[in-house]
């Protein structure tokens, strides 16, 4: 089991890095929002605040580094730039799946990245299908306590459980484990997809369970039927992989449909995020905080400075944005009439 996980989570990184796993024509449907250009925004420049607060935590931007990777080598290495990194800029941390944590004794100080960023919010993270294979409120307290995480995340992939070799495809009454968890773990619990979005009506079960952020992960960035079609040897799955290149809700529909029934409850936008740009469009439409993947996996590969030099422009970016409408703060942004449809 434990080399299957590593051997796993190495070709996700490889073929996340080196092939295309994304749809043909799927987006996230942010290029069909634009600013209306402030020409005359009456607000100083070096004065733009990007702070924010998340569950009461105090940050210094609305980025996250969404959760990835972890129980490799290179895992450990991608982590620990993105660790260093996250801790100079202040964008929260988010950790790749901790199943491997639990069922493997190799590479666990992979995870372990409270000391190499001390001061931001760490979140953990575990597939939610794992409450219905023999996890429950003690281990997700004993991964807590591993990586000295703030919160826990559970991550919700059914159709890539459903392409991986021996995924596991029960997802059957995971709602009620999910609405345990939140009730008993000592930490805030929040949901996440991988890359296919959320819906209104899904979001607004796991809210009444008790949910206390959701990352609705929307189409549009990587897609994991196509990173698991590169690891299938079983041509049927493999085909039918291919078939769902273009399967999800696009980030920006799944931020409107999860921010309609969820309240003032914290929205995480991720899937596909490139710039912060497309940042400052995400929390236009409602989001809090904004998860960047894929988009600095290659830097994170590298060194921290490669990755503090990709946020210091996702951060200009996002500054810029404010600036081109007149909005001094991130309060601002999120109230601002300025963002319209094409």
Sequence with gaps: MANS???RKSEHIQITLNEKVTGESISTGLESFTFIH???PEIAFDEISIETTFLGFECKTPFLISSMTGGTALAETINR?????AEERGWVLALGSTRALLDSDGHSSSFMMRKYAPSVPVIANLGAVQLNYGYGVEECRKIIGMTE??????????IQEVIQEKGDT?????????????STLEVPVGIKE???GIDGQTAKKLAEAGVAFIDVAGAGGTSWSQVEKFRAKDPIRRAAAQSFSEWGIPTVESIKLVRGEIGDRPLIASGGMQ???D????????????????SILKEATQSPEDVIEVMKIREMELRMSMFGIGASTIQELKGTPRLKER
């Design 5 to 7: 996980i590593e051997q």
């Design 38 to 40: 402030n020409a005359l």
């Design 81 to 85: 730039n993105l660790a260093a990194a």
């Design 149 to 158: 995480a703030d919160m826990l995340v559970l991550h919700l992939n059914s």
């Design 170 to 182: 029960n997802f059957k009454g995971l709602l009620k484990k999910i609405e345990q968890l939140c």
């Design 194 to 196: 991988v890359g296919w």
């Design 275 to 277: 710039t912060g740009l």
């Design 279 to 294: 940042g400052a469009k995400t929390i236009a439409l409602g989001a809090d905080l904004v998860g960047f993947g894929r």
